[in-house]
């Protein structure tokens, strides 16, 4: 079966895709810190509320959406060779360095959400956490990132 795009050319694209969505993941929570240290309704809140949405609008879901599409084009071309094969056996030929890629990428996709969450909680005036909690928050993309990014590049 022939592809609409090359394998290289989907890996080049995924790779984008995850730049600009760990990029935003790692900018959302700096913006929630300076909002939670902003007074109420004040200027800087607002602006930081209005870049935070901007960024989960522009860059964080079309980014999510093209990560995983990408990156499951490439598991069905790459990982899986023969679709012929029994299911079972199929799952069975991934190697193992994957299913902790993949619950790595979960874990992140969740933080996604929760982050989106938050983020509808603040533009609703609620201050669950403090600007320390949001600044520390904004490191878990990146050491995500350096594990996913060695699996997937070692393949241990």
Wanted: glycine share 8%; no cysteine.
């Amino acid at each position: 079966m022939e592809h609409v795009i090359g394998y290289d050319l989907a890996r080049g694209l995924h790779i984008i895709a995850v730049i600009a969505w760990v990029s935003g993941l790692l900018m959302l929570p700096r913006f929630y810190a300076y909002m939670t240290s902003a007074t109420p309704g004040g200027e800087l809140e607002q602006t930081m509320l209005k870049a935070a949405r901007n960024l989960r609008i522009i860059i964080l879901t079309p980014s999510i959406i093209l990560a995983w599409a990408f990156g499951i084009f490439l598991f069905s071309t790459y990982m899986v060779s023969d679709w012929q094969q029994p299911f079972g056996q199929v799952m069975g030929s991934v190697p193992h360095w994957f299913w902790g890629k993949l619950i790595l990428v979960l874990g992140l996709s969740g933080y996604h959400g929760f982050l989106s969450a938050e983020g509808r909680k603040l533009a609703a005036g609620q201050r669950r956490h403090s600007e320390r909690y949001w600044r520390l928050m904004s490191e878990i993309p990146f050491l995500v990132a350096i594990a996913v990014v060695l699996l997937a590049t070692l393949e241990p």
